[in-house]
């Protein structure tokens, strides 16, 4: 038997959810999902994802939502792969869900979301390395180089080692 992961829409989620048959399972990252999440939900970052605790956890249907669906679609097929059974994604995400009226639930004291520290931390070793590069010594030109190789990897990829290095910070763990 061929198992396939589904995409949800957000009225069908809101039918599971009104009759209680589903569970919302949001794969963001902890800071992220302090900061804006639809209430009911129940956070479980893609980067720690145990299968085996959510089967132990969570019975019936699993809809799992991210930021825009990739994260999600991602841990529909590790929780597949795991032997779970009526895993579906809301493809749209968080966007989705907001645009169909969920209640969203946001913390303006959160941090900022990680892929914005990456972004920040990226531009400041860029611009620093640039700087540096040109006023003391052209070696620091490599800072360069490797913020942009880290990106590069992480866009083919799919996996951003600096996302998950400043996910463990103790303030995105909170």
């Known amino acids: 038997m061929v ?14 959810m009104n009759d209680d048959s589903a569970v919302l399972i949001d794969v ?7 900061g804006e999440r639809v209430r009911g939900s ?23 939502t991210c930021a825009s669906g990739a994260r999600a679609r991602k841990a529909a097929q590790v929780l597949m792969n795991a032997g779970l059974n ?12 907001k ?3 969920f209640d969203v639930v946001t913390d303006k004291n959160a941090p ?11 531009g400041v070793l860029s611009l ?24 590069l990897f992480a866009g083919l990829s799919g996996t951003c080692m600096m996302a998950t290095m400043l996910a463990r910070l103790p303030y995105n763990r909170r």
């Open 112 to 122: 900022i979301s990680i892929m914005r520290q990456v972004q920040i931390t990226v």
């Open 3 to 16: 198992r396939t992961i589904n995409a949800a829409t957000p009225d069908e989620l809101r039918a599971w």
């Open 86 to 97: 009526q895993i579906s994604y809301i493809d749209g995400g968080l966007d989705a869900l």
């Open 42 to 64: 129940i956070s479980h970052p893609l980067s720690v994802l145990d299968a085996a605790k959510i089967s132990e956890t969570h019975m019936g249907r699993i809809v799992l």
């Open 128 to 151: 620093l390395g640039a700087i540096l590069g040109y006023a003391i010594h052209p070696g620091f030109y490599a800072i360069c180089a490797f913020t942009g190789a880290g990106l």
């Open 28 to 34: 963001r990252e902890t800071g992220e999902f302090r």
């Open 99 to 101: 645009r169909a009226a």
